[in-house]
């Protein structure tokens, strides 16, 4: 993850002292704890194996794997350098490898903060807090009170709450909650920075704003719905703060963030059609790309990458382990999105993707970045400046949001209360 990987960047080219290594607290269930410390060294958290062995469980290596065991009644193989696992005979996806360094083998951490509470509920739980992790008896594994969900500590409520992006179900039952839900809407871009051009002078802050504004209009009709803009004229705003700004704005409340942008692609002006992103690992070159071009206002207000306090900063992989909670949902909404876009849009469905951006990473909500087509293509690039384009494409992104939240928060295990608050 982008956080991760800059934290990571920043303690092996500064260096952090012994005291700033991020670490993680393991609870037992006799109330004691210990804690176990978190690797950056490839860019990812990643802990030890042993550290599964410390839980109870089995661990032996050869051929190139490793097999962590319960028992006789799970068995659980990966291969270091491939994000694919095998839990029983249930294929599963990592999203960063587990390696080999020197004599060790280390797994990303979030095989414990998300999968283990997801599909062992009721013998762990992670909690953000500190952040922490409550295992109990690895002996139950098998019997029904493995399975059955913890009780969630004060301190916060249990990863496992959501399944995860490896086996999210997009059919997860209509949603029970009846209080507020927070749309944040983000119209990309804004004052100094005015994202790509397109044919007559058209521009990409100018098209994000049009249809962010339409979008807000049409989503406070609904009473259920507290709506808010990252920016409502032509203003700058940091990419960092956009994200920071829109989990304040959500509070404990569910909600969703969307950001929206167009493409441009000079090399190739016959690229069109509507896309759009969740935060997670780039798989393609047309994935970096988009990385790079929507992260590249960053470089507009450096100091937001020179504070060395702020990067070496816990909160920090905090926040990346928060994200695990929301990939999925993040995933379901871009797919929403998509199918709503394909009915107004006249250029090609490019597809649900995947990239590092980092104005969704400091937003803690499911969140997608919207690509409304392509400024560099002069047919549709002369479309996006439309009255009738940003109405078509307001309209559909509002129906997205309010089928999403016909599912969205699941039940009611939403907030620290688990009321549905």
């Known amino acids: 993850m982008f956080v991760l990987g800059l934290l990571a960047f920043v303690s092996s080219s500064r260096g952090l002292d012994a005291q700033s290594q991020p670490r993680l607290e393991i609870e037992r269930e006799d109330g004691s704890t210990y804690t176990v410390a978190v690797q950056l ?25 490793v097999t962590v065991a319960a028992a006789d009644e799970l068995r659980v193989t990966m291969r270091p350098g491939s994000p694919f696992f095998r839990w029983d005979d249930v294929a599963l996806q990592l999203t960063d490898p587990p390696y080999r360094a020197g004599s060790r083998t280390y797994v990303p951490l979030q095989f414990l903060t998300d999968f283990l509470p997801r599909r062992l509920p009721g013998l762990y739980e992670f909690v953000a807090d500190g952040p922490r992790l409550r295992a109990g008896d690895i002996g139950l594994v098998g019997t029904e009170a493995a399975l059955v969900r913890r009780p969630t500590t004060s301190a916060g409520s249990a990863a496992g709450s959501e399944r995860g992006p490896s086996d999210a179900a997009r059919d997860t ?30 521009r990409e802050k100018e098209v994000a704003l049009a249809i962010g504004l339409r979008l807000a209009r049409r989503l406070r009709s609904h009473p259920d719905l507290e709506v808010h803009l990252i920016r409502d004229d032509d203003s700058f705003v940091d990419l960092w ?12 409340r569910p909600g969703i963030f969307v950001s929206i942008h167009a493409n441009s692609f000079p090399a190739r002006r016959a690229a069109r059609g509507f896309e759009t992103y969740f935060l997670s690992d780039a798989r393609t070159e047309h994935e970096r790309r988009v990385s790079a071009i929507e992260n590249a206002p960053l470089s507009m207000n450096p100091e937001t990458l020179d504070d060395d306090e702020a990067l ?3 909160d920090f ?12 949902w993040s995933e379901n909404l871009a797919a929403l999105v998509q199918e709503e876009l394909n009915d107004v849009h006249p250029g090609p469905d490019r597809g649900v993707k995947q990239a590092i951006l980092a104005v969704l ?3 803690l909500m499911p969140s997608v970045l919207v690509e409304v087509g392509y400024l560099s293509n002069d047919s549709e690039g002369r479309l996006l400046g439309t009255e009738s384009f940003h109405d078509g494409v307001s309209e559909a992104l509002a129906q997205a949001v309010v089928r999403f939240f016909d599912r969205y928060p699941p039940g009611s295990e939403f907030g620290g209360d688990r009321e549905g608050r």
């Open 361 to 363: 990473t400091n937003a």
């Open 173 to 202: 039952g209509p949603s029970v909650y009846e209080g507020t839900r927070v749309v944040v809407i983000d119209p990309g871009h804004g004052g100094v920075d005015p994202g790509a051009l397109g044919p007559d002078g058209i």
């Open 317 to 328: 992989i905090l926040r990346d382990l928060k994200n695990y909670d929301h990939a999925h």
């Open 241 to 252: 703060e956009r994200g920071l700004r829109a989990t304040e704005l959500k509070g404990e």
């Open 312 to 314: 070496a900063d816990i």
């Open 41 to 65: 060294d490839r860019g990812y958290a990643a802990v030890s194996v042993a550290v599964l062995d410390d839980l109870g469980w089995t661990v032996t290596e050869e051929a190139g794997a």
